[in-house]
């Protein structure tokens, strides 16, 4: 069975950093375009970050120039390293492993791991 588990979450003040990891297991992350996503209490769940097979990225507007996401093809795990964070990026993050041309419902996601930006 796919599994993919997120760690890395945590409290941290304002303008501190944070690095989330995806591991999967019975999975090849580089045959799939990998997401994080976060949702907050309260909020859809949005869109972060993404890169894809090939290694092209994209970010959201809000997290662009903060936030970096990259890939350990060997240890297949990807992250997502947050930088000046702020209160408003308190949240729950997911990763998810997608193949565009498969429908929604064969995407993997992972658990989530819980990030709170707070003094």
């Known amino acids: 069975q796919v599994q993919l588990v997120e760690s890395g979450g945590g409290l941290v003040q304002p303008g501190g950093s944070l690095r989330l990891s995806c591991t999967g297991q019975?999975?090849?992350?580089?045959?799939?375009?990998m997401t994080w996503y976060r949702q907050a209490p309260g909020n859809q769940r949005e869109l972060v970050a993404a890169?894809?097979?090939?290694?092209?990225?994209n970010y959201a507007d809000f997290v662009m120039g903060r936030f970096t996401i990259s890939r350990d093809i060997v240890k297949n795990t990807v992250y997502l390293q947050m930088n000046s964070l702020k209160p408003e990026d308190t949240a729950v993050y997911y990763c998810?492993?997608?193949?565009?041309?498969?429908?929604?419902?064969?995407?993997?996601w992972g658990q989530g791991t819980q990030v709170t930006v707070s003094s």
């Open positions: 019975r999975i090849l992350f580089s045959l799939y375009t």
């Open positions: 890169i894809t097979s090939g290694g092209s990225t």
């Open positions: 998810k492993a997608s193949k565009p041309q498969f429908p929604p419902a064969s995407d993997h």
